[in-house]
C-alpha cells in the first residue's frame, strides 16, 4: 500500500468492518493519507447486514456508501429481517464462511465506480 500510495496508483483494501487491523498502530497513520466507504451488504442484495468499510487511496469510491438503516432488525432496503451471521448454515457451514463472497451487487457497483474513476 505504500509503495502505491508513494507512486500514485489507485489501492483499496477491504478489512471487515469489525477487524482489528483498523486499530493498528501503523493503518490509522495509512488511512490518514486516502479516505474510506461504509457500506453495507444487505444493500447489494444480501439476507445479512455485513457492515464493511473500504479503504482507498488515490481512487474517490465514495459513490459505493451504502448503509441499512434497519428497524427492528428489518432491513431498510428489502424490509425483510436481516440474517444473524453466527451458528451452523443449512448444510452445515458456518454462516459467517456462508457470508465470505461479495455480493454480486456490490461486484457490480465497484467495478462501475472504478472504470468512471479511472476513466
Given at each position: 500500500?505504500r509503495?502505491?500510495?508513494?507512486?500514485?496508483?489507485?489501492?483499496?483494501?477491504?478489512?471487515?468492518?469489525?477487524?482489528?487491523?483498523?486499530?493498528?498502530?501503523?493503518?490509522?497513520?495509512?488511512?490518514?493519507?486516502?479516505?474510506?466507504?461504509?457500506?453495507?451488504?444487505?444493500?447489494?442484495?444480501?439476507?445479512?447486514?455485513?457492515?464493511?468499510?473500504?479503504?482507498?487511496?488515490?481512487?474517490?469510491?465514495?459513490?459505493?456508501?451504502q448503509?441499512?438503516?434497519?428497524?427492528?432488525?428489518?432491513?431498510?432496503?428489502?424490509?425483510?429481517?436481516?440474517?444473524?451471521?453466527?451458528?451452523?448454515?443449512?448444510?452445515?457451514?458456518?454462516?459467517?464462511?456462508?457470508a465470505?463472497?461479495?455480493?454480486?451487487?456490490?461486484?457490480?457497483?465497484?467495478?462501475r465506480?472504478?472504470?468512471?474513476?479511472l476513466?
Amino acid at each position: 500500500m505504500r509503495l502505491c500510495l508513494k507512486n500514485g496508483i489507485p489501492v483499496t483494501y477491504e478489512p471487515p468492518e469489525g477487524s482489528r487491523m483498523w486499530w493498528t498502530p501503523q493503518f490509522p497513520k495509512l488511512l490518514s493519507k486516502g479516505s474510506h466507504v461504509l457500506l453495507d451488504f444487505c444493500c447489494f442484495g444480501m439476507r445479512w447486514r455485513k457492515p464493511t468499510r473500504l479503504a482507498t487511496w488515490n481512487i474517490d469510491l465514495a459513490g459505493l456508501r451504502q448503509r441499512c438503516s434497519p428497524i427492528n432488525n428489518c432491513c431498510s432496503t428489502s424490509v425483510r429481517p436481516h440474517a444473524i451471521l453466527q451458528g451452523g448454515a443449512p448444510g452445515g457451514e458456518r454462516w459467517t464462511k456462508v457470508a465470505e463472497p461479495y455480493p454480486v451487487g456490490f461486484c457490480d457497483a465497484y467495478a462501475r465506480a472504478v472504470v468512471h474513476e479511472l476513466g
